[in-house]
């Protein structure tokens, strides 16, 4: 004998559907309308999708609060031998249609694009505020014309090494948040323009006089306004002189009794966790800016600069 | 007719530092003796006993019948409360039905099969007992695991749209109630 659900009381039907992950509410939504109406009702709320775009894979996850995020839906035609291309635009369009009703989904969501696929047709996402790029390299001009479509975006990780030149209306300049994964040369290119609040990258080369430079900017108001906090993780050929970094800048020693010793980056990402970022006497210097005596405290070792304005 | 359940052990303690029982009678009239710490898990029953004033000294004496519940899911209620009487309370968080690890001893007293499950389900729920729904809920929930939406049909008895418009068509043509 089957168990009828959907003869459950509505506070058990409830109850079944929060014990279910969330692939198997979301095959259970397909069985019929009646059961996806259930399911809607159920009220599973979640706080962020990712739609995911890859060649030949699609994926739609869930990401709880502090944790990695679950697949609800995975198409793998690589696996399944479908031909994917064909059925794209009616099949994403619908699977994107399911999972928004399913959990009466109104919040910013997110897309992450593999570099193999971001040349294809990929359908406009509506209401996305991060994007996350993978793939081995990506060349500038292609992440642009497909950054343009997403306005709102605030939040931007590239995982690729890029290459290309920047220019002062690239769309990456308008991102808030942006991360680079495989820094190189773009993120001190990045650097020297940047207008948003927090920009990480590893694995840079950067010299200490692009770095002392852009000291002596955020000292003087001449740029970076916004500016919260820049961290380059240093590729293993870059050696720093700190001397040179901080060369004919004025700047103060790092007082732990006037600033915290621990300060914590949300990077707000689908897979990395972050973790505190000590600040210490023996590495770190303060600086303040001229027009409105912000305190900003650097910290320089041979791994990484980190740059952290004080609120 | 009157069936005594099998006590189990803690109840022995229970019995020496707490002396307070009550009597349970099933639907189909099986007698069942629960203490107070297990009876309390049934927010039914314990709001029950409150408002029917029950003591330590009466309690016996007026059995409480509870004529929703058969004596079968009424025996594994019993135990099921009297093994969980003493376990702190559980901590509330979103996603604690699909996470916690169901312990292996109600595992084994929830394989029945579905029938039961189902009954026992609606018991629960009448008798209000969260923890037990929590863990039916999860064992149901489970059985959804790797299927797909062919084999859930089946699994859950969903009908299909098709079944279900026949359904609610043969509902509207068929006449009201006359008079």
């Known amino acids: 004998m089957s168990i009828p659900l959907l003869h459950f009381p509505y506070v058990v039907q409830e109850a079944i559907f929060k014990a279910m992950d969330y692939c198997e509410v979301f095959a259970m939504s397909l069985c019929s309308k009646r059961m996806k109406h259930c399911a809607i009702r159920a009220k599973r709320r979640v706080p962020k999708i990712w739609y995911c775009w890859e060649k030949d894979i699609r994926r739609i996850s869930i990401q709880e609060k502090e944790s990695l995020p679950e697949d609800c839906i995975r198409i793998d035609c690589k696996n399944t031998g479908q031909n994917l291309p064909q059925i794209d635009a009616a099949l994403t369009k619908a699977l994107y249609e399911q999972v928004k009703s399913l959990y009466q989904h109104k919040e910013p969501c997110a897309l992450e694009v593999h570099m193999n696929a971001i040349t294809e047709e990929v359908p406009i996402f509506k209401n996305v505020n991060m994007i996350d790029v993978f793939g081995e390299s990506s060349q500038l001009k292609d992440l642009e014309t497909f950054l343009s479509q997403y306005p709102k975006v605030d939040t931007l990780w590239i995982r690729p090494c890029v290459h290309g030149e920047l220019s002062s209306s690239s769309e990456i300049l308008k991102m808030g948040n942006v991360h680079l994964s495989n820094s190189r040369l773009f993120g001190p290119s990045l650097l020297s323009e940047f207008n948003g609040r927090t920009l990480d990258s590893f694995n840079s080369l950067i010299t200490e006089a692009e770095l002392n430079l852009f000291i002596r900017k955020w000292m003087k108001s001449e740029s970076y306004h916004n500016l919260e906090s820049a961290v380059m993780s240093l590729a293993r050929e870059c050696v720093l002189n700190t001397n040179l970094v901080i060369d004919q800048l004025e700047t103060e020693a790092f007082d732990h009794t006037k600033q915290q010793q621990w300060y914590q980056i949300d990077h707000q990402s689908r897979n990395i966790v972050s973790l505190p970022i000590p600040f210490n006497e023996h590495e770190c210097y303060d600086v303040v800016r001229e027009l409105d005596k912000k305190r900003a405290s650097i910290l320089i070792n041979i791994y990484e600069f980190r740059f952290l304005v004080w609120n | ?179």
């Open chain 2, 1 to 179: 007719m009157s069936v005594e359940p099998e006590v189990p052990i803690v109840q022995v303690e229970e019995v020496r530092e707490n002396p307070v029982l009550y009597k349970i009678i099933s639907s189909d009239n099986h007698v069942f003796t629960i203490s107070e710490h297990a009876v309390k898990l049934s927010k039914t029953l314990w709001d029950l006993i409150t408002n029917l004033g029950l003591t330590a000294e009466n309690a016996l004496d007026n059995p409480i019948p509870v004529e929703n519940v058969n004596g079968k899911n009424m025996e594994t209620i019993v135990q099921f409360c009297e093994r969980h009487k003493y376990d702190e309370e559980e901590p509330e968080y979103t996603n604690y039905i699909r996470e916690f690890v169901l312990p292996e001893w109600d595992r084994q007293l929830l394989s029945i099969d579905n029938e039961e499950l189902f009954q026992l389900i609606l018991a629960t729920n009448y008798l209000d007992i969260q923890k037990l729904m929590d863990y039916c809920c999860r064992v149901i929930g489970d059985m959804a695991k790797d299927k797909t939406p062919e084999e859930l049909r089946i699994i859950y008895g969903i009908p299909t749209d098709a079944e279900d418009d026949a359904l609610e068509r043969s509902a509207s043509d068929s006449p009201g109630p006359s008079g």
